[in-house]
């Protein structure tokens, strides 16, 4: 486990950094280069998400069926072979079918797909090896949007992501084919015959199991809006709550330290929780969060106090979204799992900063606010109906258990 969550916190630093986030630093080079708008540059992006989400399903049953070591090897092939293309066009036509071809490379090697990886090498300890990589992925923006501004300014945006592809292929390449080689099982345990009960219960099967994944891909869709709005529009966020740009700035910055620092206290303090427990509890965190921004402008503590909670609320929901599903499905077909989970998810993604910018342009901001409120409020209803409805099943599945098993028999005199 140690050498895969090593391996994957490097590769997933790398990739999150050179394709996800790339924008961050080369949007604006590519709008003076081009002469096309800023909107225009990052609907790319948002092809990206699209296309992520359209092949989100095939990529988690591939998984399941080749491995996550194959699959995750071939998407950075093609992230690598993407950057590269994307440093060469010229045409807007073009510029977005390589953002497409982006999206399905990294629909291939980022957190999905590195989730089921982990839980491929370390079934017993997947939860563990989820929390501890996304410690990883919370400094990818930081590192690569230092690293890329600094080579942008000296070799140009084309230039810095052929550089991207080049780190993309000499970093990741072999630390996805090397570092998940190992299996848990092939040391430690016979393979399995029957699906694998997490620590929290028996999985989920049947009927009731498509009711909790549709339930879960809905909690998870709506939280989707919130974090697809606050990624892309946090500073605008908090200028229109009354803060000077530059203090917008420093702020929003505070949320990836709250990410990290809620990661951290997930490790540290809710080992012991199980994990729809630490789900129900990042989730509610988010509605008082968007309640402080809605009553605090212009009031600097109550603007701070929110990127910290909704930071926290977001780095801990990440882990969240790859160990519930653990918890109430099992091992088996876990990458299928995520893919499923994962496609409305990536799909609310993009849609989310249009949505939220048509809500502002017709309304105004603070119904702009009330409905982010809205949004994460009934993510949270859903997850308390959820979990409730859960423990009754895996009350009623103990009990079939129980009942079933033969009773030991009488020691003799």
């Known amino acids: ?123 017993s300890r997947g939860r563990k090896a989820i929390s501890y990589l996304t410690l990883f992925g919370a400094f990818a923006s930081s590192v690569f949007w230092v690293v890329g501004h600094a080579l942008e300014e000296h070799l140009g945006w084309r230039q810095t992501l052929a550089v991207f592809a080049v780190i993309n292929l000499v970093v990741c ?9 190992r299996r848990e099982s092939d040391a430690h345990a016979e393979p399995s015959v029957g699906p694998v009960a997490s620590a929290d219960g028996p999985p989920l099967e049947g009927s009731t199991r498509s009711i909790a994944i549709a339930l879960f891909a809905l909690i998870m869709s709506l939280n989707g809006f919130v974090f697809g709005v606050v990624s892309v529009q946090l500073v605008p966020l908090l200028e229109a709550a ?12 505070l949320k990836g330290v709250a990410q990290f620092g809620g990661r951290v206290v997930e490790i540290a303090f809710a080992r ?25 402008t212009s009031n600097l503590p109550l603007v701070v106090a929110f990127t910290l909670l909704m930071g926290a609320s977001q780095g801990v929901i990440t882990i969240v979204r790859g160990a519930v599903p653990l918890a109430l499905f099992g091992v088996r077909g876990y990458g299928a799992v995520l893919g499923l989970i994962a496609t409305p998810v990536l799909v609310v993604n993009a849609a989310a900063p249009t949505v939220f910018a048509w809500i502002v342009d017709r309304w105004g901001w603070v119904p702009g606010r009330v409905a982010l409120l809205v949004g994460c409020s009934a993510a949270w209803l859903a997850m308390e109906l959820m979990s409730r409805w859960y423990e009754r099943q895996r009350a009623a599945a103990i009990s079939v258990a129980e009942h079933a098993a033969p009773a030991p028999a009488a020691r003799m005199p």
Request: net charge positive; with cysteine; hydrophobic share 60%.
């Open 1 to 123: 486990m140690v050498g895969a969550v090593l391996a994957l916190g490097i590769t997933q630093i790398t990739a999150w950094g050179t394709s996800y986030y790339c924008l961050g630093v080369l949007a604006a080079p590519i709008t003076r280069d081009t002469g096309w708008s800023r909107g225009f540059v990052f609907l790319g992006f948002t092809v990206a998400l699209l296309a992520m989400g359209l092949v989100s399903n095939t990529v988690g049953r591939a998984i399941d069926r080749h491995g996550g070591r194959a699959v995750m090897t071939l998407g950075t092939v093609l992230v690598s072979a993407g950057l590269f293309a994307l440093s060469h066009v010229h045409s807007e036509a073009l510029y977005l079918a390589v953002w497409a071809f982006l999206g399905v490379g990294m629909r291939l090697c980022l957190y999905d797909a590195a989730f089921a990886a982990l839980v491929q090498v370390a079934p």
């Open 173 to 181: 390449l072999p630390l996805h084919w090397l570092g998940l080689a």
């Open 242 to 253: 009354g803060l000077a740009t530059a203090a917008a700035v420093w702020v929003a910055s």
């Open 272 to 296: 012991n929780l199980r994990a729809i427990t630490v789900g129900r509890i990042a989730i509610g965190i988010l509605p008082p969060a968007l309640a402080l921004l809605l009553v605090g």
